[in-house]
């Protein structure tokens, strides 16, 4: 016993000296090199329009990017699980594919289809479409990359939950719809919830497939990890690491609300049973 | 309500589910469909739901045509072999889901839907637990919780899918008497799926015994039981032994031991003898088939006790009554006195 307490002790020390070093060390260091020339510094880089602009466009790209997920991977959790159909395990595998891709080939992949001298390009062109070194490039690559979070939370969830609370519903006379509301998405609510703060920190911090398509045209499409960058080759270390703790700040709120969520889950998990 | 089903098949794939089936179940009658897993009793009921649908063959409720009806529109009340109750609902919301979820003209008012829960909060024995929530519930009363949200619609058929099955066996048999009170009450037609032979022989008017998607027997519990159809339904209703015998000039025997049964008419040569474990007596050695007692045990009022044959590798089992003196080895002389005779090689 006492031999015992004494290993596991050891073993938490290693434990979180090992967190402590890799994690917290660098995530402390980034606050640190942020307000190194003192709060006022601080402040006034996060003020400047391109840092505004950047964070304008964040917030934008995730704003649009969270919610089409959201829609498409309830859809496909909801035709994977639910029903029947030729092609499935197609439909499962390309749902990984964005994770299993490098980020900066996924963006080369959009250059080829929409960049001037792309696939589509001529044809966007004479549409005055702009993609790639566009917003609306920006968009789609983050689209791309984040789109299996929220599917990949719910299919093991509702394949596990089966059909038999909505055929419960249906034979009581509901309606498709009316059984989605009452019964599906209750019942995966948390599980949702978690895919889209996964989801939103992704969209947030993508920097590969973003850095690609987007030309890194201040005060039009960059991002804040791609204006990270550029400040800190700028050498404008204050700047970059300022916003740097923006980003890190979303994490640490992902983090929390992560596991508040988690709480609140496995509550739910123990009392279904 | 009356249902029938006229030349139903369901194939997944290339497994036959069900193979061309007719059934048809009487106004306020309880069926029960009975059989082994994958006999295609619980596609059955599914398709009577409109949970599945046929590929070939009709579906009619009280004689019209409802074959192509969805579940929604069928009006039928289903209960779930896991109670597929809302866990996010109350009990009470469970129950009103159906009557909530109606369209505005025909949906009952708030008043009415309460009044309507609390009555069948009532009738399932569950007055005062309709703001618990289904995991605060045990498994007897989630069950009874699914069949008041079932109830709810005022279906007039009632499809239960082993209902008892996730229960243990004190609490299904009490709910199986009290299922049985609440059918005869609500003037339902109920059909339930059960691989318990026990469950179905009780609860059930008729008996529908299934296996690898078509029906053996139909008929009454008693029947199925004293006058089972084939050798499949005598061996799956009920404990059975197995003896191979001949049949000559329209007498039975076993080896050189005749048996007290009078064989089917037309019936000669080899065929196999089934017979209950209780429908067998203790005989003078030369009257009766010698066999080896093998093992004892206990039972209600009567003890069971295994005999091996000679050259027969099945062992019997019979009941004798607990006065009776036996010990394991010895050699005692036995003879069925009721039994059925089916054909040596199941037709195929």
């Known amino acids: ?273 | 309500m009356s249902i029938s089903l006229r030349r139903v098949t369901k194939t997944y794939g290339d497994y036959p589910a069900i193979l061309d089936i007719s059934l048809e179940a009487e106004p306020r009658e309880f069926l029960a469909l009975l059989g082994p897993s994958g006999s295609g009793k619980t596609t059955l009921l599914r398709i009577m739901a409109g949970l599945e649908f046929a590929e070939r063959g009709m579906v009619c409720f009280d004689g019209a045509d409802i074959t192509a009806l969805s579940v929604a529109e069928r009006g039928v009340g289903f209960v779930f072999q896991h109670y597929a109750l809302f866990k996010h609902m109350s009990v009470a919301d469970n129950i009103a889901f159906g009557l909530s979820v109606r369209r505005r003209g025909t949906r009952p008012s708030r008043a009415a839907i309460a009044a309507k829960v609390a009555e069948l909060l009532d009738l399932v024995q569950l007055s005062g637990l309709g703001k618990r929530y289904p995991a605060q519930l045990s498994g007897g009363q989630r069950q009874r919780v699914a069949l008041a949200r079932a109830l709810a619609v005022e279906p007039r058929l009632l499809l239960l899918d082993e209902p008892f099955g996730a229960l243990d066996a004190k609490v299904r048999k009490e709910l199986r008497r009290w299922l049985r009170e609440l059918h005869g009450r609500m003037g339902l037609t109920s059909i339930f799926v059960t691989h318990d032979q026990d469950e179905a022989l009780e609860l059930a008017d008729r008996v529908v015994v299934m296996s690898s998607g078509r029906i053996e027997q139909i008929a009454p519990p008693r029947e199925i039981y004293e006058t089972p159809a084939n050798a499949f339904v005598f061996d799956f209703v009920g404990e059975s032994n197995r003896l191979p015998v001949r049949i000559e000039n329209g007498e039975v025997r076993f080896r050189d031991i005749r048996i007290p049964v009078s064989p089917p008419v037309g019936m000669m040569g080899t065929a196999l003898l089934y017979f209950r474990p209780h429908d067998v007596n203790i005989v003078p050695a030369d009257e009766g088939i010698s066999a080896v007692v093998s093992g004892i045990r206990p039972r209600n009022g009567h003890r069971r006790v295994e005999f091996r044959v000679e050259g027969i590798e099945r062992i019997l089992e019979i009941d004798i009554e607990r006065e009776m003196q036996v010990e394991t080895g010895q050699v005692i002389a036995i003879r069925p006195e009721r039994a059925s005779i089916f054909p040596a090689a199941p037709p195929a």
Not at chain 1, 202 to 216: D, P
Request: net charge negative; with cysteine; charged share 15%.
């Open chain 1, 1 to 273: 016993m006492r031999r015992q307490s004494r290993w596991s002790f050891g073993l938490l020390v290693i434990g979180f000296a090992y967190l402590g070093l890799f994690l917290l060390v660098p995530l402390v260091a980034v606050f640190g090199e942020a307000l190194s020339a003192g709060v006022a510094a601080y402040v006034d880089s996060i003020r400047d329009p391109d840092v505004w602009s950047a964070i304008r466009l964040t917030l934008l790209v995730a704003a649009i990017a969270v919610p089409l997920n959201l829609v498409f991977g309830v859809a496909a959790a909801w035709a994977i699980t639910k029903f029947e159909f030729p092609g499935k395990s197609i439909l499962v595998t390309l749902i990984d594919l964005p994770f299993s891709v490098s980020p900066v080939v996924s963006g080369l992949a959009f250059v080829l289809l929409f960049g001037a001298q792309g696939w589509f390009g001529e044809w966007l062109q004479a549409h005055d479409i702009e993609i790639i070194f566009a917003v609306l490039g920006i968009v789609l690559a983050t689209v791309f990359i984040t789109f299996p979070f929220i599917a990949r939370e719910l299919i093991p969830l509702m394949a596990e939950q089966g059909r038999a609370d909505e055929e419960a519903a249906l034979s009581l006379g509901a309606n498709g719809w009316q059984t989605f509301w009452h019964v599906t998405l209750p019942n995966i609510r948390w599980g949702l919830l978690y895919g889209v703060l996964l989801c939103n920190a992704r969209a947030m911090g993508e920097f590969g497939a973003v850095s690609v398509v987007s030309g890194h045209i201040r005060g039009k499409t960059n991002t804040m990890p791609l204006h990270v960058e550029i400040l800190y080759n700028e050498y404008n270390f204050v700047g970059a690491y300022a916003v740097a703790s923006l980003l890190a700040l979303l994490a640490l709120v992902t983090l929390v609300l992560k596991s508040v969520l988690e709480w609140r889950y496995g509550l739910d998990g123990r009392t279904s049973h």
